[in-house]
């Protein structure tokens, strides 16, 4: 009879040992998925002072979008939560949409080398972001459904995993072109 509580005790200490470490992979791969966003996002970020930079020095009187793109950048890189830093930067996205289509107003502009490159830039990395978001939301939808399923659950809330939020963006936040 000892020898069964022994075994069942082993099992179970097995089973809580592997499902935890499970839970810890998984929510590494949420955070390791969440920094490929990060550093998107943090290109864009650099991004925008340049195009500002070119599109202010032929486009004066379109300094209210300029200041509204800073404003929104500052904003982004404060904000810590996934579902506030996923609102502004479905803003900032727009807005970006704006000075890109300032080009069409101003042949000069259009034409400048610096803003054709800028432009390119913009979008290889909001194609990169796109993919970096894709792959953060399979994650997160992987990691939740983890700790909702029994017997993971039985693991998971005791230990303090939490769902994670999505990234998510509106359509307006892709630059086009």
Known sequence: MVWVVVC?????GAFVGITFNE?????????TAWADIDVQLQRRHDLIPQLAAV?????DHENETLVAIAAL???AQQE???AEKSAVESQLGAQMNRVIAIQERYPDLKAN???????????????????ARSAYNDVVRA????????????IAKPFGFRAMDYFQAEN??????
């Open 8 to 12: 069942v005790l082993i099992a179970l």
């Open 23 to 31: 839970l810890v992979a998984s929510r590494n791969r949420v955070r």
């Open 55 to 59: 599109v202010k020095g032929y486009a």
């Open 73 to 75: 950048r500052a904003k």
């Open 80 to 82: 810590n939560s996934v």
């Open 113 to 131: 080398q610096n803003f054709l490159e800028l432009q390119r830039e913009l979008v290889s990395t909001e194609d990169k972001l796109q993919a």
């Open 143 to 154: 990691y939740n459904t983890q700790i909702q399923n029994f017997p993971d659950v039985v």
């Open 172 to 177: 307006t936040a892709r630059v086009k072109l």
